[in-house]
């Protein structure tokens, strides 16, 4: 006689093997493993797909820098649309101040009291100069402007919107502040005009060309 369990030889009449201590004329059932033909794996071992991390959608950043002009040009022009001043509505009997956009002001603007203002020819410039600045980009026979454009466009622009103040003001008679779309135009035409310099003097966008660049001016 053998042990069913372990295969150790019984001697006649044992009861229990002594090799593993089970008892004659049983057996337990193996457990299945990572090999049993079964295909069962212990639960500690059960093989699991690995979690790839989220894929978060990347920003081309060569995209950006080759395109970097005509992108502020683009956002120039959006932000005409943005309320550009503010009117002291109280001085022409209304409640509170009154916002202006870019575009209205360069259409030329109508109040309920009868009054108002005709095209603002600054106000245009600011429109149409930033258009001008992509067009070159993008149509052959104004290549031959588009390096004079880089700094040219942003720092007419930065005139014209002083200049749209000043005769706008001068011309409705009444108190007018610099209102969010103003100094968002502001900034966008400095900075365009930063990375418009640094283009015309062949020098790379980075924050060393810019250091280089005021070290230059001291």
Request: glycine share 8%; charged share 10%.
């Given at each position: 006689?053998?042990?069913?369990?372990?295969?150790?030889?019984?001697p006649?009449?044992?009861?229990?093997?002594?090799?593993?201590?089970?008892?004659?004329?049983?057996?337990?059932?193996?457990?299945?493993?990572?090999?049993?033909p079964?295909g069962?794996?212990p639960?500690?071992?059960v093989?699991?797909?690995?979690v790839?991390?989220?894929?978060?959608?990347?920003v081309?950043?060569?995209?950006?820098?080759k395109?970097?002009?005509?992108?502020?040009a683009?956002?120039?022009v959006?932000?005409?649309?943005?309320?550009?001043f503010a009117?002291?509505?109280?001085?022409?009997?209304?409640?509170?101040?009154?916002?202006?956009s870019?575009?209205?002001?360069?259409?030329?603007l109508?109040l309920?009291?009868?009054?108002?203002?005709?095209?603002?020819?600054?106000?245009?410039?600011?429109i149409?100069?930033?258009?001008?600045?992509i067009?070159?980009?993008?149509?052959k026979?104004?290549?031959?402007l588009?390096k004079?454009t880089?700094?040219a466009?942003?720092?007419?622009?930065?005139?014209c919107?002083f200049?749209?103040?000043?005769?706008f003001?001068s011309?409705?008679?009444?108190?007018v502040?610099?209102?969010l779309?103003?100094?968002?135009?502001?900034l966008?035409?400095l900075?365009?005009l930063?990375?418009?310099?640094?283009?015309y003097?062949?020098?790379?966008?980075?924050?060393?060309s810019?250091?280089?660049l005021?070290?230059?001016?001291?």
């Open positions: 006689m053998f042990c069913k369990q372990c295969g150790t030889s019984l006649e009449g044992a009861r229990v093997c002594p090799n593993c201590g089970m008892a004659v004329g049983t057996a337990q059932a193996p457990q299945p493993t990572s090999s049993h079964s069962n794996y639960a500690s071992t093989p699991t797909e690995p790839q991390p989220a894929q978060l959608p990347t081309n950043k060569e995209f950006i820098l395109n970097i002009n005509t992108i502020l683009v956002i120039a959006i932000l005409m649309f943005l309320p550009m009117i002291n509505g109280k001085e022409l009997g209304y409640g509170n101040k009154l916002s202006v870019g575009f209205e002001i360069a259409k030329g109508d309920t009291d009868g009054s108002g203002t005709s095209a603002n020819f600054f106000a245009w410039l600011m149409l100069i930033p258009i001008f600045a067009l070159t980009n993008y149509i026979q104004l290549f031959s588009k004079v880089l700094f466009a942003p720092l007419i622009s930065v005139i919107l200049l749209a103040k000043s005769t003001t011309v409705i008679n009444v108190t502040s610099s209102a779309g103003f100094w968002l135009y502001l966008v035409s900075f365009w930063l990375v418009g310099y640094l283009q003097k062949n020098m790379p966008l980075t924050k060393d810019v250091v280089t005021i070290n230059q001016k001291k």
